[in-house]
């Protein structure tokens, strides 16, 4: 999977750019980022979160160390839950791949 939304190397993340890959999707364990809640958006339209919806995303984006957000991308395509929209373009998002669910 190569980046796919442009700006590559403006947010500082060329490590995961490096990669061009989220976290090898072979592995069955799934990791929780504190973010159990947001288990409540599987299969959930990456067009169709609230404002309200897309905070509580954005607030644990937030909180997430550079280093976890790829775990963390990875982590949510297992679990079946697409990322708000509004939130792809953002950094520190902008240099990794994002599935689409």
């Known amino acids: 999977m ?3 939304l442009g700006n590559c190397g403006s947010c500082g993340l060329l490590a995961i750019c490096e990669t061009e890959s989220l976290p090898d999707t072979q592995s069955p364990e799934i990791v929780y980022y504190d973010d159990e809640e947001l288990d409540v958006f599987k299969t959930h339209a990456s067009d169709a979160y ?7 995303f954005s607030e644990i984006l937030d909180t997430l160390q550079a280093s976890d957000i790829a775990g963390w991308m990875h ?3 297992m679990r079946g839950i697409a ?12 240099c990794i791949s994002i599935p689409v669910l």
């Open 75 to 77: 982590s949510l395509q």
């Open 2 to 4: 190569r980046n796919v």
């Open 83 to 94: 990322l708000p929209d509004v939130l792809k373009g953002e950094k520190p998002l902008n």
């Open 50 to 56: 609230s404002e309200q919806e897309i905070a509580q």
